[in-house]
């Protein structure tokens, strides 16, 4: 045996009683942390205070009752939580019980709820005997849900007035409130979006639980509306087709619009979302020369000015050349909002910019408000967007307002060079010629336009100003020369 276990078995031997009385130590404290841990755990037991009685009472003994032990209640009267109510509620009006009758729902063209009433489902139920059951306030609160979906069904007038007291109780169940508001908002008079109701989808009632999955999904696929269409009444699928054009594959869209009014009132309200979301030019000019120019001029002109997407979707109009273009109340909208989110920032101090489509309205908003330095650093940023012809004119422009002529002729030149039988560029690249002097250059490119496009009324009149202006500078020129010439010798004495 090795000598440093012999001597340490040696102090153990000697030092017996101590390790035994620290052992014993161990064991009390770990059994006092223990006991301690499991009293701190124990839920505690409301103690009722004690009731302090006047004087003139202070001699008759008073029993002290402790408050009854029961769970919180889902309902109560008045500001007394009342354990009976709920078991009324739980015995007369379970949730099976109202989501065997939940129906259907759409929405027509005008945003209108559409429901599916089937009489079937309460030819048993007595409804003379479920109004008396809402008499009271805890009535409505433990039946009133159910009364309400139960006169629907049976085509009972007294629905709407039940609809009107189940959504403004205090006391009832979120889920079963929110439900009665959202099925009957033509009733409460506040229209609700299915996505915006979250309670809704507590209830498992199938054609309900359908209905609901469409109204709030993105995208539907075709096969998943075949198996949809199972589940739903089929008198409300001209409502669904009209959600269903929203939401199917863009290119089934596309592909549908022209043989069925559904999928094109989709085509139309898809090329609404995308010019929102993207305000692209093409998709804005699309909609102008659609059968639905009217309905869109009315849209554009309900659109809010308060945020940056919709200031920035006003300036997109393609229509639009000059500030004078916008209407004056409008403009001041857009500078207040666009000026509030401080554009500098990310052009000339670093700060991240915005989205590259955003950029591209921002600078064409530089252009139109006379910001010309802004957009000469914001036309930098554009990216994919600078070899665009129309950008491009625009920045010209800029360049040329801002003092940097040289710079604008020089990419007009560009822009002739890539867009030789371009009207607008031959037209501003005259006007630039004629301002800056080149008079033989301008003559050149009018003349041009004017055998390419004979009947274009605006390179007609530009060309008629210049030429006007220039025969007044030939003709001032030639008169200096003959002054000159007729002017006597000056003899030196």
């Known amino acids: 045996m090795p000598p440093q276990l ?36 124990r839920p505690k037991t409301a103690r009722p205070k004690p009731v302090v009685q006047p004087e003139s009472a202070a001699k008759a003994p008073v029993s002290e009752v402790p408050a009854p032990r029961v769970n919180r209640s889902r309902l109560a009267v008045g500001d007394i939580v009342s354990p009976w109510t709920q078991g009324v509620y739980e015995r007369n009006s379970p949730e099976a019980k109202l989501g065997s009758l939940l129906m259907a729902f759409a929405f027509d063209e005008a945003e209108g709820i559409r429901r599916a009433q089937q009489g079937d489902l309460v030819a048993g139920i007595d409804l003379a005997e479920l109004m008396r059951n809402c008499a009271s306030a805890s009535g409505v609160a433990v039946h009133g849900a159910y009364a309400t979906l139960a006169l629907w069904h049976a085509g009972d007038g007294r629905y709407a007035e039940m609809a009107l007291k189940v959504a403004s109780h205090a006391h009832m169940p979120v889920e079963q409130k929110d439900l009665i508001r959202f099925l009957f908002q033509d009733i409460i008079g506040i229209r609700l979006k299915p996505r915006n109701v979250q309670g809704l989808s507590h209830w498992n009632n199938k054609a309900f639980r359908t209905a609901l999955a469409l109204y709030t999904a993105k995208r539907v696929k075709e096969s998943e509306w075949k198996e949809m269409s199972l589940a739903l009444p089929e008198y409300l699928y001209p409502y669904y087709e009209l959600e269903l054009a929203q939401k199917l594959p863009p290119r089934t869209i596309y592909r549908r619009a022209r043989e069925s009014r559904v999928y094109g009132e989709g085509l139309f309200r898809l090329n609404l979302e995308t010019l929102a979301r993207y305000l692209n030019s093409k998709r804005w000019q ?4 659609s059968d639905k120019a009217a309905r869109f001029s009315a849209w554009l002109a309900d659109q809010p000015c308060r945020s940056e997407a919709e200031a920035l979707l006003q300036v997109a109009n393609p229509d639009v050349f000059e500030a004078a273009d916008i209407d004056e109340a409008r403009a001041q909208q857009i500078h207040s909002v666009l000026e509030g989110k401080n554009p500098k920032a990310w052009l000339f101090d670093g700060d991240k910019p915005p989205r590259l489509h955003y950029r591209l309205q921002y600078f064409k908003y530089f252009c139109l408000f006379q910001k010309h330095n802004e957009a000469v650093r914001c036309f930098a940023t554009l990216g994919v967007f600078r070899r665009d012809r129309a950008q491009r004119l625009w920045y010209a422009r800029a360049l040329f307002m801002s003092g940097m002529q040289h710079e604008a002729w020089a990419e007009m030149s560009a822009l002739m060079t890539d867009f030789p039988r371009d009207a607008a560029v031959l037209n501003e690249a005259g006007i630039y010629a004629h301002k800056l002097g080149r008079f033989d250059e301008a003559a050149e490119i009018f003349g041009l336009a004017r055998s390419y496009f004979p009947d274009d009324a605006t390179i007609a009149y530009n060309e008629a100003v210049f030429t006007e202006q220039y025969s007044k500078k030939q003709v001032e020129e030639k008169w200096s020369r003959v002054q000159k010439l007729t002017q006597p010798p000056v003899v030196e004495g």
């Open 6 to 41: 012999t001597q340490a078995l040696e102090f153990i031997s000697a030092h017996r009683y101590l390790f035994i009385a620290g052992g014993i130590a161990f064991v009390l404290l770990l059994t006092a942390i223990i006991t301690l841990v499991v009293a701190f755990r």
């Open 286 to 289: 699309r909609l102008q020369n």
